[in-house]
């Protein structure tokens, strides 16, 4: 049964690469349409922890919750000001759509769990997330954006999102 | 007149003062760690009893310094600076409180 919970959500996983992969491929993302992506994966992260600080009674899950809530405001209060300044207005597209369902369909299946249940299925999640928005940012949106500026920031992004993947990966380790 | 000797008394016990206490203040320094691009930057830095650890986070996202032993816990907001002064001799791991993968050394030598 575990087994068969893990492989569940390892292939959520992949399919959010794959998904990503394949929106991505079929056009380049615009800059609108790469600031469109990186809000929405940002905000995502932020509404499943923030579903997570209530929901769990794990310091360490809690603790990483919270990290992930104050690290992605980060992000997001530098991109709106560097939208700001560039006068660039976020377009919707597939990727971000892709995105949105991927996670609501998350958020429905987490929202039936509790305790240590719904610990190990956030946090392995988390990992899973982290890994296909961290590799959606390396091989399409960093190679795409053409601004200097966004381009820089979506690779700042990226550093903080692969420690919060090496992180969500210890904090794994620690629930088994 | 009064109060011109009075102020010339003061400007002379300040420099007595001055001369007195400035070899000890000189000998406490302070040590720079830049905190960029969720790193500590020396990881690494040797200190003496007394001095101080300046970390300055030049990130835009929060960080802290905290010791592996507890002994301190220095948050460092978004683009500001904190400071903790060494006591005791010893080997201090610290790390990140936010981000665990940050991690640094001071070494403290008496």
Known sequence: MNTLKRLGIGLAGLMLTTTLGLAAEATKPTDPEIAHIAYTADNIDIQAAEHAVKVSKNKAVQDFARDMIRDHEAVNKQALALLAKLKVEPKDNATSQALVNQADATQAHLATLKGAAFDKAYVDNEVAYHHAVNTALETTLIPAAQNAELKDLLTTGLQIFKGHEDHARMVAGELK | ?110
């Open chain 2, 1 to 110: 007149m009064t109060a011109g000797r009075g102020r010339r008394r003061a400007c002379v016990l300040a420099a007595l003062a001055g001369v007195v206490l400035l070899p000890a203040m000189a000998a406490a320094e302070t040590i720079t760690v830049q905190v960029t691009k969720f790193s500590f930057v020396p990881a690494s830095v040797t200190a003496k009893v007394g001095d101080t650890i300046e970390w300055v986070n030049a990130d835009f996202v929060d960080h802290t310094a905290t010791a592996a032993n507890k002994g301190f816990d220095v948050k460092l907001p978004a683009n500001k600076s904190g400071s903790v002064t060494v006591k005791k001799a010893g080997t201090f791991p610290y790390f990140c409180r936010f981000h665990p993968m940050m991690k640094g050394t001071i070494t403290v030598k008496k």
